[in-house]
């Protein structure tokens, strides 16, 4: 992969729809737990092995599509998340490495993995940015229904969201880790807010 593809009309447009109401439902869903990169977003995450897919799809039977789809057969720990942005919302520079509270060594993932979801009408900005040391690789506008995968070791940020609306996307960080890493990564753990909260309540 030459940093990144493109695969346009991804899915039927009736699993979209799916995908959205699934997601905005989802008792997760809330302010994003990820860091201050990710600005005025929602979301929530899933962190899972490979042997866990079938956990994952038995308990959101509507990631499954996108899972048989998008993921590598060369990878063996993902981090998938629902990202929301609106009016406002940004996300600035960084390089991936979710898996990286669980084991610190990880390198950034393979390949990650973005599935265009909805779009507002007449977006303006939104754009993803991608980078190799300041240099710019492209600058992505999202098409709804396309799935990209770009390089997982490249810089990229999204530019502000300047329309009302929600602009969501489904993401997949896919890691080929070492058997000594694969070991410190739980097998299937759903990272939110909301389950945050709810854990301290009960303590």
Request: proline fraction near 7%; glycine fraction near 4%; charge should be positive.
């Amino acid at each position: 992969m030459k940093h990144y593809q493109q695969q346009l009309n991804a899915f039927p447009r009736d699993y979209l729809n799916n995908l959205w109401g699934e997601i905005q439902a989802c008792p997760y869903f809330a302010v994003n737990n990820l860091n201050r990169d990710f600005v005025g977003t929602k979301g929530f995450s899933v962190v899972f092995k490979r042997s866990h897919i079938p956990t994952v799809e038995q308990k959101f039977p509507y990631f499954k599509p996108y899972l048989d789809l998008a993921l590598q057969p060369s990878c063996n720990a993902f981090y998938l998340n629902p990202l929301q942005l609106k009016e406002g919302s940004r996300v600035d520079p960084h390089i991936d490495r979710s898996l990286r509270s669980y084991c610190k060594t990880i390198e950034p993932p393979m390949f990650v993995s973005v599935l265009y979801v909805r779009i507002p009408e007449n977006l303006e900005g939104g754009e993803l940015v991608l980078k190799s040391h300041k240099r710019q690789l492209g600058q992505i506008k999202p098409q709804v229904n396309t799935l990209l995968h770009f390089q997982g070791d490249l810089t990229h940020s999204v530019n502000a969201v300047k329309t009302p609306g929600n602009r969501l996307s489904l993401v997949c960080e896919q890691y080929s880790l070492s058997e000594a890493e694969l070991a410190e990564i739980p097998e299937f753990t759903i990272e939110s807010r909301i389950a945050l909260s709810t854990a301290k309540k009960r303590n």
